[in-house]
């Protein structure tokens, strides 16, 4: 703030300080109060978050865990950065559920899925890679955003 706010500062007429305050100083703290709002509501998801985008009418098995899984997904930051999709490879990952072979918050996810079945996942960062991240792509203390299509159970 310029020298021109400090006697109204010290007089603490909040309409004053916003009448003296240039409209670039007001647009600036309005920026910073809308990202630190962004990335306190982003730190402070903590559990699973897992929403069902589609299910198949018929539904005879469902995944559990052991059973050896390929699941195709693309995985983004919150902010809407992809940083890997399996779609684009042609190739979905398979692992057996539930045996820590994937992140933690798959192998909740994924659990009771049906072959077909799609799912959103957002994975708060200590169900996925923590406060280290995966460098360079994923960094440290990341809410992680996941499509998922479950293609095959074994």
Same mark, same amino acid.
């Given at each position: !703030? $310029?020298?021109?706010?400090?006697?109204?500062?010290?007089?603490?007429?909040?309409? +004053?300080?916003?009448?003296?305050?240039?409209? *670039?100083?007001? !647009?600036?703290?309005?920026?910073?109060?809308?990202?630190?709002?962004?990335?306190?509501?982003?730190? @402070?998801?903590?559990?699973? +978050?897992?929403?069902?985008?589609? /299910?198949?009418?018929?539904? #005879?098995? %469902?995944?559990?865990?052991?059973?050896?899984? *390929?699941?195709?997904?693309?995985? @983004?930051?919150?902010?809407?950065?992809?940083?890997?999709?399996?779609? @684009?490879?042609?190739?979905?990952?398979?692992?057996?559920?539930? +045996? $820590?072979?994937?992140?933690? &918050?798959? #192998?909740?996810?994924?659990?009771?899925?049906?072959?077909?079945?799609?799912?959103?996942? /957002?994975?708060?960062?200590?169900?996925?890679?923590? #406060? *280290?991240?995966?460098?360079?792509?994923?960094?440290? &203390?990341?809410?992680?955003?996941?499509?998922?299509?479950? %293609?095959?159970?074994?």
């Amino acid at each position: !703030l $310029g020298s021109s706010c400090l006697p109204v500062l010290v007089a603490f007429d909040p309409i +004053q300080v916003i009448a003296t305050m240039k409209c *670039s100083t007001i !647009l600036l703290l309005a920026a910073c109060a809308a990202i630190f709002s962004l990335a306190t509501a982003e730190s @402070k998801l903590k559990n699973l +978050q897992i929403g069902v985008k589609f /299910k198949p009418e018929k539904c #005879d098995i %469902v995944a559990k865990p052991g059973d050896e899984v *390929s699941v195709h997904y693309v995985g @983004k930051l919150t902010d809407g950065t992809e940083f890997d999709n399996s779609v @684009k490879r042609g190739e979905p990952i398979t692992f057996v559920l539930g +045996q $820590g072979r994937v992140i933690k &918050g798959w #192998d909740q996810g994924i659990v009771g899925m049906c072959v077909g079945e799609k799912r959103k996942l /957002k994975i708060p960062p200590h169900l996925g890679y923590g #406060d *280290s991240g995966a460098p360079p792509t994923i960094p440290g &203390g990341a809410t992680l955003v996941f499509e998922t299509e479950l %293609v095959k159970i074994k």
